[in-house]
């Protein structure tokens, strides 16, 4: 089992960047396949990026591909979200997720069983 906390949300003016972090508990963070999603007020919650277990694979939506980057760091328990070029649209709850030895692709179409509590991230235009 693996808890999430996510944090480095806020306000951000449209064109600027800004980074999410979510730290996990235990000691097997690096064999879970891990994934940010998003749900914006009204929306259903939806798939933005996600990284292997290993390491080796990542996957994006396309409407955040060559804005934001997914990474983790597994000697500090932590994955990341470097958003960049943020607009008003990208206006969410951002949560992070886990999934045991997922690889990218299996995140993205089969939902995981682990999820964060959330952090909010608002683009002004």
């Known amino acids: 089992q693996v808890q999430l906390v996510e944090s480095g949300g806020g306000l951000v003016q449209a064109g600027n960047s800004l980074r999410l972090s979510c730290t996990a508990s235990g000691r097997t963070f690096s064999t879970y396949g891990m994934a940010w999603f998003r749900q914006a007020p009204g929306k259903e919650r939806e798939f933005v990026a996600a990284?292997?277990?290993?390491?080796?694979?990542?996957t994006y939506a396309d409407s955040v591909k060559g804005r934001f980057t997914i990474s983790r760091d597994n000697a500090k328990n932590t994955l990341y979200l470097q958003m960049n070029s943020l607009n008003p649209e990208d206006t969410a709850v951002y949560y992070c997720?886990?999934?045991?030895?997922?690889?990218?692709?299996?995140?993205?179409?089969?939902?995981?069983?682990?999820w964060g509590q959330g952090t909010q991230v608002t683009g002004s235009s």
């Open positions: 990284i292997s277990w290993s390491g080796g694979g990542t």
């Open positions: 997720a886990a999934e045991s030895y997922s690889t990218a692709q299996g995140l993205k179409i089969s939902m995981p069983h682990y």
